[in-house]
């Protein structure tokens, strides 16, 4: 079992950055399949990041601005965004996966963990 702690959320101005970590509880996620997604209000949750022991995975329209990472030590996940939009505004979940996903790391029904969300909100 694992559980999912996501932070860093808030408010910030559109063109600003921000980081949001999602700090693992429970077994080592050292070989998990780690993710982000996000659901705005009236919207379906979507694929943000991923990021495997070998491999990291973006949208494709966010590839240019955000950026995942972890440290394996901490137990963590991080999610830099860079020249925020108000359109980015949205909760943002920390996923994750036992073992090395090379598909389907897009979808939803691939991680059985999930957090509670960080809200992430873009001022214009």
């Known amino acids: 079992q694992v559980q999912l702690e996501e932070s860093g959320g808030g408010l910030v101005q559109a063109g600003g950055s921000l980081r949001v970590s999602c700090v693992a509880s429970?077994?080592?996620?050292?070989?998990?399949?780690m993710s982000w997604f996000r659901q705005a209000p009236g919207k379906e949750r979507e694929f943000v990041a991923a990021?495997?022991?070998?491999?990291?995975y973006y949208a494709d329209s966010l590839k240019d601005r955000f950026s995942i990472s972890r440290h394996n030590g901490k137990k963590t996940v991080y999610l830099d965004m860079y020249n925020l939009k108000p359109e980015d505004t949205a909760v943002y979940y920390c996923?994750?996966?036992?073992?090395?996903?090379?598909?389907?790391?897009?979808?939803?029904?691939?991680?059985?963990?999930w957090g509670q969300g960080t809200q992430v909100t873009v001022s214009s």
């Open positions: 996923a994750a996966r036992p073992g090395f996903l090379s598909e389907g790391y897009s979808q939803i029904s691939s991680y059985p963990y």
């Open positions: 429970g077994e080592t996620i050292n070989t998990h399949s």
């Open positions: 990021i495997t022991y070998v491999s990291t």
